[in-house]
């Protein structure tokens, strides 16, 4: 690559950009499409706006939640990860077995973790090290995880966990109907946002989401970036395996199939490019409780299942074509000859 062509690479965003960005850009519109459906649904679907709604709604998008977070960077670096759920699997599995086996819960979930991050280390190295496609890599460790955590404990199911670990999960802070959980979230998703939004780090992102190669030649360490994202994505992902096993009680090699699919479309609604480059953690966090809210809505309006999965496929495929549609027209408008400035951020 040449000087020139380093050029007219467009420049990572700046901070600045960022926040004028998320006060007037996509992430905004996610937000307040997501405050639209909460404000309709509590006129219109009877219980919605109650605590115990609320309670079950956040327990069930709290794994995508965690997983999102790494997933959020590893899009906008231009990866992406399909093993997560797998890894969640194969986490509670590890959790069950160990348990069951006589160890402590503390010690079966911190052995779970660390084959979280071990996982994460395998995607990691056979991307930036032996150079695969991080598509093709975490296709195949999606079978993997989800063969070992089968194999590990076949058709059956652990149970009989500690009661006091179960209510703690559980629990919700007293007089709302927010889960105690919540609090774990919260740290991470301010751990994530500070690294994505407030650092050289997250500029690197942006930068290797952009061009990677342009960013290498500018002394951006790409590949040891991208590595560790992988193993921040499986640690988060045993997390949320652990973190499943004790709120449904079971460790079982089939827990959360499919899941990596509502993670990668949540973080897709909430505005990150699928193409890399461009995207922020308030819109993902927006975008997961909006298929969240949507979804219970929907439930408890007797809505059936597989009109739930049409209207959440359309909603995707709105918020990730709409803007496309938008940027075309306003192209149409612009005068013949007009080019963009740049290193101006779409």
Do not use: C
């Not at 040449?2 to 850009?25: E, H, M, N, Y």
């Not at 975490?138 to 955590?149: E, K, N, S, V």
């Not at 999965?309 to 495929?317: A, F, H, S």
């Amino acid at each position: 690559m040449t000087v020139d062509q380093v050029r007219t690479v467009p420049a990572a965003p700046t901070t600045q950009a960022r926040l004028r960005k998320l006060l007037l850009g996509r992430d905004a519109a996610i937000i307040g499409l997501f405050l639209v459906v909460v404000l309709v649904a509590s006129f219109s679907v009877d219980n919605f706006s109650t605590s115990t709604t609320w309670y079950f709604l956040f327990l069930d998008v709290f794994p995508i939640l965690l997983i999102a977070l790494p997933m959020t960077l590893i899009i906008i670096a231009a990866q992406i990860d399909l093993s997560v759920a797998s890894m969640l699997g194969l986490s509670s599995v590890l959790v069950g077995a160990l348990y069951e086996q006589g160890w402590s819960l503390g010690a079966a979930a911190l052995a779970a973790l660390v084959v979280g991050a071990l996982g994460g280390a395998l995607n990691g190295f056979l991307v930036t090290v032996v150079g695969l496609p991080s598509l093709a890599v975490t296709i195949g460790t999606l079978a993997l995880f989800r063969g070992l955590a089968v194999g590990i404990l076949g058709t059956r199911a652990v149970t009989g966990f500690p009661s006091g670990a179960q209510d703690l999960v559980s629990a919700r802070f007293a007089g709302t109907g927010i889960p105690v959980v919540m609090a774990v979230f919260v740290v991470a998703a301010l751990g994530f946002g500070v690294v994505l939004h407030a650092t050289a780090t997250g500029r690197l992102v942006y930068a290797a989401g952009l061009n990677a190669e342009a960013a290498r030649f500018a002394g951006g360490r790409v590949n040891r970036l991208t590595f560790w994202l992988f193993v921040a994505s499986g640690v988060m992902s045993a997390l949320a395996g652990v973190y499943w096993t004790l709120r449904y009680g079971s460790a079982r090699g089939d827990n959360a199939v499919g899941l990596e699919l509502s993670v990668v479309a949540a973080v897709l609604v909430g505005g990150v490019s699928i193409f890399g480059g461009r995207g922020a953690l308030p819109g993902v966090i927006a975008g997961v409780l909006l298929i969240g809210a949507l979804r219970s809505a929907l439930r408890l309006a007797d809505v059936s299942s597989d009109v739930i999965n049409v209207v959440t496929g359309v909603l995707l495929i709105a918020t990730v074509v709409g803007p496309g549609l938008v940027a075309r027209a306003r192209g149409a408008t612009r005068r013949p000859g007009t080019r963009s400035s740049v290193g101006a951020v779409d």
